[in-house]
């Protein structure tokens, strides 16, 4: 398996711009997760899906932010409008259950709003 | 409150000294421990998970154990590969809670 894919991997925007990140998940895994990492903050839980339903919104920062599952393989994360503070690596992570299986990365889109 | 601590935060090591990094957990229950590495520009890639007090695993030169406070992640003889961030996580329900992660350099 090609584990997970996240696209693109750097994305350079301006203040005021909208920004979507892509994921596609490894096959399979009924769990996807997308994730913020900061030096600041390390990883922070933004959002998770199972079976392309939202089940947990809480850490989702603000409504200027927003994620999307419409397939098993496929998720989108929109920030619009960016703002200088969402400047972070954003990880999408899968996992077959939640129970006895680990979380698997993708290497993450690196963001810089300007 | 749930809680992981890793320590210490940076381990400068030379080729071949040996030496653990602490991931101590403060959960209401625990229902996995998780160790993964991460290297510069990449994501945190899996290493072990530990599910009860006593167990251990190992993989190549690292070693993974865990007590009901904490666990720790072994190195022997490091090579300079072993270079990265190691990041431990606790499972006490659905979610992860994360530790900062201990930064590891192996000099050769």
């Known amino acids: 398996d090609a584990g997970v894919i996240q696209s693109p991997r750097h994305e350079v925007t301006e203040m005021g711009q909208e920004v979507t990140l892509r994921c596609k998940p490894i096959s399979g895994h009924d769990y996807l997760f997308w994730y913020r990492q900061t030096m600041m903050r390390g990883l922070e839980l933004l959002i998770y899906f199972n079976n392309n339903v939202p089940i947990d919104d809480s850490g989702m920062p603000e409504d200027r932010f927003s994620a999307k599952m419409p397939n098993a393989s496929f998720s989108t994360l929109k920030i619009q409008p960016s703002e200088p503070r969402d400047s972070a690596v954003y990880f999408c992570?899968?996992?077959?259950?939640?129970?006895?299986?680990?979380?698997?990365f993708g290497n993450g889109t690196r963001l810089t709003v300007t | 409150e749930d809680q992981v601590t890793q320590s210490p935060e940076a381990l400068r090591l030379q080729e071949g000294e040996s030496s653990s990094l602490n991931c101590s957990y403060t959960?209401?229950?625990?229902?996995?421990l998780f160790w993964y590495r991460q290297d510069p520009g990449k994501g945190p890639e899996f290493l072990f998970t530990?599910?009860?007090?006593?167990e251990e695993k190992e993989k190549e030169r690292l070693k993974a154990t865990l007590t009901k406070k904490e666990s720790f992640l072994h190195i022997t003889a490091p090579k300079p590969e072993d270079s990265a961030t190691y990041l431990c996580?606790?499972?006490?329900?659905?979610?992860?809670?994360w530790g900062a992660g201990t930064k590891l350099i192996i000099k050769p």
């Open positions: 996580a606790v499972q006490p329900n659905y979610q992860l809670i």
């Open positions: 959960v209401s229950g625990l229902r996995g």
């Open positions: 992570a899968s996992r077959l259950t939640l129970e006895n299986s680990p979380l698997h």
């Open positions: 530990l599910y009860s007090a006593g």
